[in-house]
């Protein structure tokens, strides 16, 4: 059952209206903010002008439940395809198993990161599972404040912040895997990675992708290129069209998006173009059967699921996923599986291994801020 609603208040908009979980392509001016029950999978939004001008402030109405987890998406959405989308289904999974009901907010702003961990912890959530890097600052300026309250953040790793749980994930050693995969694959001798906003996470991806395609063939051109410098990096399909067209251009035919909604663009254009790609994050192997070659699993979702199950006993420190965690992996399924040949799966395969094993050493980005495969 649908608990009481939370509102918010947004500029420029005078309106209220229903909002059905079900409507992904439905994009709305402003923070979506509501309880989310999963068995019906749908909530109330009620959207109201701000007295503060341009400003959006979050509010909550009275009686919010206590102790209800709440999850804050980055930027892009919680229907991304991708990074944000993997939270969701965990969430949701947590929802549909144990009959819980949990709040959520879409953030459209920087502004809004600081004022929805705010309006949550007052309204008494807990944990609030929080999305992305750029909530590592607002974290910082809240979770001390409320030291009853649990918080999580996924893809922070670096607060001295006891009421913290921080995730990280070695992307490196999943993405060493698909560049071996995009290796065999390629018959062209180039391949292509495309990255979101610049950043040294997102170098860390295309990092490991490039060592796990020299690992296959040393001589093998690897190009990249990154969307943008800013947070609408996330959310740019047209432009990973257009990035995807320039390196089909360089000669790659099997391109790597580890670029959030934007990957949406570079997918697209690999399948029109008649090349491969190769997803990440959720698996997207089924929005181009046949054409993507395979997507890098993060596994997201088992860290909201994992985080939500565990509730205000939720153990806080910093915990690291990778490969032998089942943190990072490779998607093999029926939309893939006439693209991955068995000598291709039982590489990886040994590849996995021994990554877990230390008889290979993925090189991380973060270790020199630099690559010894790729030059960004």
């Not at 600052?137 to 001390?144: F, K, R, T």
């Not at 309250?149 to 999943?174: C, M, S, Y």
């Not at 993405?175 to 071996?180: A, D, I, N, T």
């Not at 391109?255 to 997918?267: N, P």
């Amino acid at each position: 059952m649908v608990k009481n609603l939370l509102t918010t208040v947004v500029a420029n908009v005078l309106n209220s209206r229903h909002h059905n979980s079900y409507a992904r392509s439905q994009w709305v001016n402003g923070a979506i903010f509501a309880p989310t029950d999963n068995n019906k999978r749908e909530y109330k939004m009620t959207l109201m002008k701000s007295l503060m001008g341009a400003t959006a402030a979050v509010a909550l109405t009275a009686g919010a439940a206590l102790a209800d987890p709440a999850l804050i998406f980055d930027l892009g959405g919680k229907f991304d395809k991708s990074f944000n989308e993997a939270a969701h289904n965990g969430a949701s999974r947590w929802a549909e198993e144990t009959g819980g009901t949990y709040n959520e907010i879409e953030i459209q702003s920087e502004a809004q990161r600081e004022q929805a961990l705010r309006r949550f912890a007052e309204s008494g959530s807990n944990p609030i599972i929080t999305m992305g890097f750029g909530m590592a600052d607002p974290l910082s300026a809240v979770a001390a404040d409320y030291p009853d309250t649990k918080f999580v953040a996924i893809d922070v790793n670096w607060l001295d912040i006891p009421n913290i749980r921080q995730i990280g994930f070695a992307e490196h050693e999943g993405s060493y895997l698909v560049g071996m995969m995009a290796a065999m694959a390629s018959e062209s001798g180039t391949v292509g990675f495309i990255g979101g906003m610049d950043i040294p996470l997102i170098r860390h991806f295309g990092c490991g992708y490039a060592q796990g395609a020299k690992a296959v063939n040393p001589d093998i051109n690897v190009v990249a290129n990154m969307t943008g410098t800013t947070p609408a990096a996330w959310n740019d399909p047209v432009k990973g069209s257009e990035l995807t067209k320039a390196q089909i251009s360089q000669g790659a035919d099997v391109i790597y998006a580890a670029a959030g909604g934007t990957g949406v663009g570079v997918l697209q254009t690999a399948a029109d173009e008649g090349i491969l790609s190769i997803g990440v994050d959720s698996n997207q192997n089924h929005l181009h059967p046949g054409k993507v070659l395979t997507s890098m699993l993060k596994r997201v979702d088992v860290a909201v699921y994992d985080a939500m199950s565990a509730g205000e006993g939720l153990e806080t420190g910093v915990f690291q996923m990778g490969l032998a965690e089942e943190g990072v992996g490779v998607a093999m399924d029926d939309n893939n599986a006439p693209l991955v040949s068995d000598e291709m799966k039982g590489a990886v395969d040994k590849a996995r291994q021994d990554i877990i094993d230390g008889n290979v050493s993925v090189v991380s980005y973060y270790e020199n801020d630099s690559c010894p495969a790729l030059q960004f």
